[in-house]
């Protein structure tokens, strides 16, 4: 019976060695707060213009930061922050057009702003140097969605486009709250009241941001390594990444029982291109990713236009099942590193593996490094008369 708990337990220090991994593309807390004082001081700008139609515009977050999905580019020190600016005063008799103009307008007329200010196709960009940049994207209300829509300039600024950032934000939220059933820790509670008195407990989790959060990152780091060396603009993007993952995490939540996180992001990254839509009109091929939150948006519009984007997108769907597959089966530190740094990025595995050795080391100092019985390396505090030492750097089994 403990034999078996071995190779769960080995699940658990490889699922918490990817939440290290995560922690380490997330902004700073200097970073965050600096990006939260900054989009603050623009939307007090913004309201405090002359003109009426800005004085009621809001601001708010959109994207991965509002989601807590962030992941740090690869190669850079900068972050995206995604703010939608709301004009509730206008109307969709508005051009897009001039919608973004006044936005920029009320920007140029701060010096500071006009200093760092950029022009996108649809969006303003404020670039924070060596830390972050804010994307300002104008809105109006979308009269036509139940569900508090907004409508946002195409990038050709010729039309409107439906979009719900604060639906698909809170839509999001309620999937990332559901909590998986974990086997593992409900026949461990059990097995616990009569287990041997010379079985140490078992090694206490680690406490995750959020598992769909984590899920979600995850895949956007492998998205980026994958595609570093490839055709980036064929690389797919976050909000195909997020949905997917979202959905497939509610329905792997609600029917299934797994024996550990590491299982669930197998699960869940494995049923994402299930929920992707397609129909074959006179030979080929239509996408659709609908965002449920409003009418008329689909996120893989752009495979429609460039088929080459979904085939990427599969390309990729089945690398990282594979590259999942390997980091399951990896054998020893060395093994486990070369997986982690060829699907993830040689800078963070470096990192987190090194950190596992201090860890390690600092834990044997302590003389609370241990191998239980037929369970495998840890470093739970356990009387040492039951435990036996261990002499040098091993990971279950493996130098």
Known sequence: MYMERRPALKKVEIFGLLERLCERLEPSETQTNRAQSSYEAVGRWLADAEDNRLATSGIYLQGSIAL?????????????????????????????????????????????????LQEKPRCWRLNYADEFHLDITPSIPNANCANGGELVPDKALST???????????A???????????RLLMSYAEDRARADADIEPFPERPRFKGLLCRIVQIAKRHRDSYFLERNMSLAPISVIITTLAAWSYEHCVRT?????????????IRHMRTFI?????????????????????NFAERWNA???????????????????????????LDGLGRTLASSFGQAPAREIIQEM????????????????PAIGLTT??????RATSVRSNTFYGAS
């Open 160 to 170: 409107w486009k439906p979009s719900n950032p604060k639906g698909y934000r809170d």
């Open 68 to 116: 807590g999905t962030t992941v740090k580019p690869i190669g850079q020190n900068e972050y995206d922050v995604d703010l939608v600016c709301h004009l509730p005063a206008f109307g969709q008799w508005l051009p897009p057009a001039l919608c973004k103009q006044i936005v920029g307008d009320r920007l140029k007329a701060n010096q500071r702003y006009n200093n760092i």
């Open 256 to 268: 299934m029982v797994f024996d550990s996180e590491l299982d669930v992001l197998h699960a869940v």
């Open 277 to 297: 839509l397609s129909n074959t009109i006179e030979g080929r091929v239509y996408w659709a990713i609908w965002n449920e939150t409003t009418e008329g948006e």
């Open 172 to 182: 999001f939220k309620r999937r990332a709250e559901l909590v998986p059933q974990m």
């Open 306 to 332: 460039e088929p080459a984007k979904a085939a990427a997108f599969f390309e990729w769907h089945a690398a990282i099942m594979l590259d999942l597959e390997r980091l399951s089966a990896a054998e020893g």
């Open 380 to 385: 739970a505090k356990v009387p040492m008369a």
């Open 357 to 372: 050795l201090d860890s390690m080391s600092a834990a044997r100092s302590a003389r609370m490094l241990a191998v239980a």
